[in-house]
């Protein structure tokens, strides 16, 4: 268990800073309206992004020899506490300003997740039906169909709703890394899960991207981590056999609603907009600012206009 809570931690930092690098790559480029391979491919140019990458390649291969030895639900609520991370990183890199309320939504995640470790029991089963592999390939087509729709989208909201997506792609990554039969090549190109991995990965990743042109990085972050813990880790529970201690399920519990609770108050409440804006701005357009595509009408200085508190 040493073993596994060690690497978890350490994903954590990889991936706080890879958040707040990956938040100055995506808003070095043009702001993209769809869902297109373009938008991976300038990416892939950009020196921040990529490095936030590989910092999220080291994080994830890191958190894959914590998911075989801890469950899955304290590995997705650890790795989530890369939100704290990100947000003092992103004071310091992006000038984000954090209010009482921000750190004490930061607090309460912290707080959650020391609760949630120290209830944390043995790793159930890391083997599921056909049907289970299934499943996961069939949510990864929903999350990138759904991504497709928000992207032609603009605003606060949007950005919430493009990180939740993200997170859940990188949940079904989790859970793929988790069933994924590993006994021969042949096992790997048959297997459903496999795709859902390779898929649902991409897919995380641009839909976060897109989250963090149209939002702050925490808001995106804060966005992922709500859907990347509860989905997976309810999964973990029901399916995979996952769980507490004998007799602290109430103490897991209260953790797990903790950490997510302090993730919801920064995804609702938190500095959305005011880090820096996109270096590229969104095109114009005839759209009012309720929501519908093109978003807010844009200020006589050409930045977004920000709600008002």
């Given amino acids: 268990m040493i073993l596994g809570l060690t690497t978890a931690l350490a994903a954590t930092v990889c991936f706080g800073f890879a958040s707040v690098l990956q938040a100055r790559g995506a808003r070095a480029v043009p702001r993209e309206s769809a869902l297109r391979a373009g938008l991976a491919a300038r990416l892939a140019r950009n020196g921040p992004f990529l490095l936030g990458t590989s910092l999220d390649v080291g994080g994830f291969a890191l958190s ?49 997740l020391v609760l949630l470790a120290a209830a944390s029991g043995a790793t159930g089963r890391d083997r599921a039906g056909p049907g289970f592999h299934l499943a996961l390939l069939m949510a990864t087509l929903a999350m990138l169909l759904l991504t497709a729709v928000l992207a032609r989208w603009e605003g606060d909201g949007v950005a919430v709703g493009l990180g939740l997506l993200a997170g859940v792609g990188f949940g079904v990554t989790s859970l793929a890394v988790r069933v994924l039969e590993v006994s021969g090549p042949l096992s790997v190109l048959t297997d459903p ?96 600012a309720s929501g519908r595509p093109g978003g807010r009408a844009p200020r006589a200085d050409g930045k977004a206009r920000r709600p008002v508190r």
């Fill in 193 to 288: 899960a496999a795709y859902a991995l390779a898929l649902g990965g991409l897919g995380g990743y641009l839909a976060y991207a897109l989250a963090l042109q149209r939002g702050s990085v925490t808001a995106a972050t804060a966005a992922s981590g709500v859907s990347e813990t509860v989905g997976p880790g309810a999964v973990g529970v029901l399916a995979l056999g996952d769980h507490a201690r004998p007799g602290l399920g109430w103490l897991a519990a209260a953790g797990f609603l903790v950490s997510v609770a302090g993730v919801v108050a920064l995804a609702r409440f938190g500095e959305v907009g005011t880090d820096d804006p996109p270096t590229t701005p969104a095109p114009a357009s005839s759209a009012p």
């Fill in 64 to 112: 894959i020899v914590a998911l075989r030895t801890l469950p899955l639900f304290l590995v997705q609520a650890l790795t989530n506490a890369s939100l704290a991370v990100t947000a003092a990183a992103a004071v310091r890199y992006l000038g984000v300003r954090l209010r009482p309320r921000d750190l004490a939504a930061i607090g309460a995640v912290v707080a959650g």
